[in-house]
């Protein structure tokens, strides 16, 4: 079946201006998570929802940044103000996370997208 | 809260030759520990992954290892082969209060000289 899928696939934005990134987790996955790709460095924790809710934010760099996602599928990553520090990669993830867990708790990623903030 | 260290950050070995890359973690709650490899480019794909119930686990050429006494494990790749060369990540997730975030390791550059 399909994947996760995220839009778009690559952003240049100029610094200040605010951008939007949308995640469509594989259907039926209840549990969606975000992370950050710098260059050449590990993943890093952003947040995460289960269904609408976000147990978990302490990721989240700064209040510039917010998350939200409705209806239990699609989240979007909203960045405001951006800063060149932001550039990076930010991965979706989602997973089943239905009991019992964690036995078929895999997360499956997205192919990213790549934010360039000039 | 977690930290997961992974070593070495680059790896270099000849084909057909054995690779192991090491991780330690600092949570004793985290209990599931999944290896991804990430080609450039791509996705992180998950190759093995391993639970705290169980030491070791093998597909074909991977192997997992879980040490929770010294909180550690290791992922072990025999027979490396060209297409092996990619960036390996280890990871560790709690098991409890529903799903959990992962909380990765740096990464290891893994190289595959023909």
């Known amino acids: 079946g399909a994947g996760v899928s995220q839009s778009p696939s690559n952003k240049v934005t100029e610094k200040g201006k605010d951008v939007e990134l949308r995640c469509d987790p594989i259907?039926?996955?209840?549990?969606l998570y975000w992370y950050r790709q710098s260059l050449g460095q590990g993943l890093e924790f952003l947040i995460y929802f289960q269904g609408n809710s976000a147990p978990d934010k302490s990721g989240l760099p700064s209040d510039r940044f917010s998350a939200e996602r409705t209806g239990g599928s699609v989240s979007t990553l909203t960045i405001q103000r951006t800063q060149q520090e932001d550039s990076a990669v930010y991965l979706c993830?989602?997973?089943?996370?239905?009991?019992?867990?964690?036995?078929?708790?895999?997360?499956?990623f997205g192919p990213g997208t790549r934010l360039t903030v000039l | 809260g977690e930290n997961v260290e992974q070593h070495p950050s680059t790896l270099s070995v000849q084909e057909g030759d054995s690779a192991v890359i090491k991780c330690t973690y600092s949570?004793?709650?985290?209990?599931?520990f999944p290896w991804y490899k990430q080609e450039l480019g791509k996705r992180p794909q998950l190759i093995i992954d391993?639970?705290?119930?169980?030491g070791e686990k093998k597909d074909q050429r991977i192997a997992v290892t879980l040490n929770k006494t010294a909180k550690h494990f290791s992922l072990h790749i025999t027979e490396t082969q060209p297409e092996d060369s990619a960036v390996y990540f280890c990871?560790?997730?709690?098991?409890?209060?529903?799903?959990?975030?992962?909380?990765f390791g740096q990464g290891t550059r893994l190289t595959i000289n023909p």
């Open positions: 259907s039926g996955h209840t549990a």
């Open positions: 949570d004793s709650a985290s209990n599931y």
């Open positions: 993830a989602s997973s089943q996370a239905l009991p019992p867990l964690p036995s078929t708790d895999t997360q499956y």
């Open positions: 391993i639970r705290s119930n169980v």
């Open positions: 990871a560790a997730r709690r098991g409890i209060g529903g799903a959990q975030k992962l909380v």
